[in-house]
């Protein structure tokens, strides 16, 4: 049996989840609101059968009553066609920075857009792809040293197979001016609220932070990067960056493999490599792996929403692609028209959108859970069972524990507590907590018990 921690003793620290080692992030401090946020991904071609911006407009209050609270527009603009995959082609091939892909609507749908969002207390940040262009943007023809080249010809971004697009050369500055422009325009007329920054680790540090400087002089944003191995990049540009790492393990966990000390060597690696105030988002699905490799369903199994939970309450910020909230099972098409059939999942669908409900606002009333040096620190329990994972997070009297069972056969498992009164998930009122919490958890199943609900 393994020495037993009980909640009493988690006040001496084992992971601090918010400190960091690598710096202070001078230029990267997020607006306020973004402490206790979550992020919702749009993947506009696919959201609603006729693809437009209206759609995700009219839908804003189901997604404040889910208590979503940043959307990610994957990107907007127009596609081009020469090089084109599919008959629709890739969103992140950008034919122009300055326009709206008239498959998704106007200029004016999307200022609308942001206007609803910005009335129903949600925020909206734009996908950008600073690393390369279609082969017909203007960009090709009026500027062709703005393109990386080989012998005398514009090449594509190596070593990656994106035919359809044109890799840029960030060694010209005419070009890097040019790129930050673009991104300011749609803050200064659209009043976006940040950006998901695209294959960010392909593109120089350097560049990106000479964006963040700039575009902080319009409004102070949320940027996020697509990236998981530079911490060069959350020196002073990006307040978050992509949680590869977690997420590789949940897949491991969730096929039935690996024990806690997996999440605690990720969580330990972590808190020393990020920025003070800069924090990773983790995630069980998004775009690319929904389309490329498989539905959460085909990844985790059972452990579907044992597996969200957990990047509720780890360290970080929390990611929700669109569809997740109702248990999609549909590996999107990348290139063609396959919408969501949201209506098809009924009662289940329902049931799924009420758990993520409940995990929102947990996040938001919860400050031990808040991202970066908001949130509070983590301390992993050892219990008397070593198939459940356990770990409670707190700043101050506040507090969350989590626990999970990591196999598929029921388990038990006894918790040393300190008294008091705690709200389990969706819960409306709280339980009466003695000196040892016993609970029994069916196959990958979770519980999660905090001060506020």
């Known amino acids: 049996m393994r020495r037993l921690l009980g909640l009493a003793l988690a006040l001496s620290l084992l992971i601090p989840a918010s400190a960091a080692l690598a710096g202070s992030a001078p230029n990267s401090t997020p607006p306020s609101w973004v402490k206790s946020a979550n992020v919702y991904e749009v993947n506009v071609r696919q959201y609603s059968s006729n693809s437009k911006l209206t759609s995700v407009t009219k839908d804003i209050p189901r997604l404040k009553k889910m208590g979503v609270k940043v959307l990610w527009l994957m990107p907007i603009f127009p596609i081009g066609v020469e090089r084109r995959l599919g008959s629709l082609g890739s969103p992140y091939s950008i034919k122009d920075y300055k326009k709206v892909n008239p498959e998704f609507g106007t200029a004016n749908d999307l200022k609308a857009l942001v206007k609803a969002a910005h009335k129903a207390g949600l925020y909206v940040i734009l996908d950008w792809v600073a690393n390369h262009t279609s082969w017909d943007n203007s960009w090709i023809t009026s500027h062709p040293d703005w ?136 995630f069980i699905t998004n775009h690319d792996e929904n389309s490329w490799n498989g539905t959460v369903q085909e990844f985790y199994g059972l452990a579907e929403d044992s597996m969200a939970v957990l990047t509720y309450t780890l360290p970080g910020m929390p990611l929700i692609y669109n569809g997740q909230e109702i248990g999609l099972d549909q590996r999107l098409e990348f290139f063609e028209k396959d919408p969501i059939n949201w209506k098809a999942y009924g009662k289940k669908g329902a049931a799924k959108t009420t758990f993520y409900t409940n995990l929102n606002s947990l996040k938001l009333n919860n400050p031990a859970l808040w991202a970066g040096s908001a949130g509070g ?36 498992v006894n918790i040393p507590m300190t008294s008091g009164k705690l709200y389990k998930l969706g819960a409306a009122k709280p339980t009466v907590i003695g000196k040892n919490l016993k609970l029994t958890l069916t196959s990958s199943g979770y519980a999660v018990y905090s001060t506020k609900q």
Request: glycine share 8%.
């Open 147 to 282: 393109y990386t080249q080989e012998g005398g010809e514009i090449i594509s971004p190596k070593g990656t197979g994106w035919n359809d697009v044109a890799d840029l050369n960030f060694d010209n500055q005419e070009m890097r001016a040019a790129m930050i422009s673009a991104m300011k325009y749609w803050v200064t007329n659209f009043d976006v609220d940040g950006f998901r920054c695209d294959a960010a680790g392909m593109v120089p540090a350097d560049f990106w932070d000479d964006a963040a400087i700039e575009l902080a002089k319009s409004k102070k944003l949320f940027m996020l990067a697509e990236d998981g191995s530079s911490s060069a990049l959350l020196e002073d540009a990006f307040n978050a960056n992509y949680n590869w790492n977690l997420m590789g393990k949940l897949k491991s966990l969730g096929s039935g493999f690996g024990s806690q000390a997996l999440i605690e060597g990720v969580i330990d690696q972590q808190s020393y490599t990020y920025p003070t105030g800069t924090y990773p988002l983790n």
């Open 377 to 412: 620190a983590i301390k992993f329990l050892e219990t008397d069972n070593f198939n459940v994972m356990a770990y409670l997070r707190y700043k101050g009297s506040n507090k969350v524990l989590t626990v999970v069972n990591l196999t598929s056969e029921k388990q038990t």
